[in-house]
């Protein structure tokens, strides 16, 4: 798989994680909310390996690969956190450490959407240079 379909994939787990943060956020307040998580590292592996899929191989480093896997996001597995009660509301969600998960999602996904433009710029240069 090249790296642009990596970097993709990996950026809208990261926004899907997000989400999911968010929501954990917003319902600090709602009794016997249990938070909720998203483990990247095992769905971004699961979606780059699928097991029980056809994989289409290519034989040269210069065939396109056809494979489309954006669609196994949709199957991405959510589970619920489980940490211990904060409050007397029955209420899982620790609030620092979703901040902190926050802080590190997001500085994860700018890392991605650098090297994501980064990569995108060299391709541009070279196709445009190798005209001249």
Same mark, same amino acid.
């Given at each position: 798989m090249d790296i642009l379909k990596e970097l993709s994939i990996a950026m809208r787990l990261r926004a899907i994680k997000h989400d999911v943060i968010s929501s954990n956020i917003a319902n600090i307040n709602t009794p016997n909310y249990r938070c909720k998580n998203l483990d990247f590292? #095992?769905?971004? @592996? #699961?979606?780059?390996?699928? =097991?029980? #899929?056809? #994989?289409l191989e290519t034989t040269n480093s210069k065939h396109i690969s056809l494979s489309n896997n954006s669609s196994d996001l949709n199957s991405v597995k959510i589970e619920e956190c489980n940490s211990t009660v904060?409050?007397? =509301? @029955? @209420? @899982?969600?620790?609030?620092?450490?979703?901040?902190?998960?926050?802080?590190?999602?997001?500085?994860l996904y700018n890392s991605y959407i650098q090297i994501f433009t980064k990569k995108v710029r060299m391709l541009k240069d070279s196709i445009t240079q190798g005209g001249k």
């Open positions: 590292e #095992k769905e971004f @592996n #699961k979606i780059l390996t699928p =097991d029980s #899929k056809l #994989k904060i409050g007397n =509301d @029955n @209420n @899982n969600v620790d609030l620092d450490r979703e901040m902190a998960k926050m802080a590190k999602n997001q500085l």
